[in-house]
């Protein structure tokens, strides 16, 4: 009796206490979570990347690319060593050039890629993404990543630089450079985006994102066929989209107002050239259309043809 009298309290302040946990949890996840519209009217509530997580992705990379210059550099010195003096002039001038393009196009050359992200942003799960909602456009990810250099290596050189500094006057100065300089390294720290100053300037964010997948038919029941006819879509109307298309559809079909639907579908038809026939109504298209686009990729699937999205045309 007194037992279980006095485990009693204790279960239920434990449970408060998970609670609370589990609310404030909720509560710091909402706190980085921001809503972009997408060209087609979608809205997407998506998560951003954290400072520690943007660092730790950098860290990656940056140990990737030191590991890299060394392997050239070792596999060149190894080569090498059999031409002589010439042999090693040419080396030098090998290392030097492919330790360049590593340095500065290493971070463009993988987020120009398919999946926006580095290696070390994609084992965190992180990709770069446009902070309007649109494509994420070549220039800027390349003012996003040179900006880098004075962020990142120009605070490293000038610390570097005091340090080794045996002049006093000069060890003032740069100490004075390194504390401007550390204002661009610590930006993240002070706006609630996480962002750079390369990503103010270039329009971009680091977000969350989630292995593309394609998810469970939204439909519980297959439509009438009464309230279907008339809605067959070719191939060429369905190769538009990609399965990034797919899910904001059916995050709009999930979530969305009529007015929204309204305009996605208006969207979607302008874009493929249909033309509604009386009594075909945007709820109606729009569920036909998602049926028939997740069927047209999954048999693009079958036959190894992934399409990422509407910019994928491989």
């Keep these: 009796m007194h037992v279980t009298e006095a485990v009693a309290p204790t279960s239920a302040r434990e449970q408060t206490r998970r609670r609370k946990l589990r609310q404030q949890m909720q509560a710091n996840l909402n706190k980085r979570v921001r809503t972009l519209v997408t060209p087609e009217g979608a809205a997407l509530n998506l998560r951003i990347a954290t400072a520690g997580e943007r660092a730790g992705a950098f860290l990656l990379d940056f140990t990737l690319q030191i590991i890299t210059m060394l392997v050239i550099v070792f596999g060149i010195v190894f080569l090498a060593s059999g031409f002589g003096i010439r042999g090693w002039q040419i080396a030098g001038a090998v290392i030097g050039i492919l330790i360049f393009f590593i340095r500065n196009f290493y971070f463009i050359f993988f987020e120009l890629g398919r999946r926006a992200a580095t290696p070390g942003k994609r084992v965190l799960g992180l990709r770069v993404a446009a902070r ?104 060429p109307q369905l190769d538009i989209y990609g399965i990034h298309e797919l899910h904001v559809l059916e995050d709009v079909l999930r979530q969305s107002t009529p007015e929204i639907k309204r305009n996605v579908a208006n969207r979607i038809a302008a874009k493929i050239g249909w033309t509604p026939e009386p009594g075909q109504t945007d709820i109606i298209f729009l569920e036909t259309f998602y049926a028939a686009l997740r069927k047209h990729l999954e048999r693009g699937l079958l036959f190894g043809e992934k399409k990422a999205d509407k910019y994928d045309r491989k």
Excluded: C
């Design 132 to 235: 309007n909602g649109g494509r994420l456009k070549a220039n800027a990810i390349i003012a996003r990543n040179f900006m880098r250099e004075l962020e990142v290596f120009l605070p490293l050189s000038v610390l570097l630089g005091a340090m080794f500094s045996e002049n006093a006057v000069n060890g003032w100065i740069n100490l004075l450079l390194l504390l401007w300089s550390g204002i661009f390294l610590l930006f993240p720290l002070f706006n609630k985006d996480k962002l750079r100053v390369g990503d103010l300037i270039a329009g971009t964010m680091v977000i969350h994102a989630p292995k593309v997948q394609l998810l469970d038919d939204i439909a519980s029941a297959p439509a009438s066929e009464d309230l279907t006819a008339g809605y067959n879509f070719t191939p």
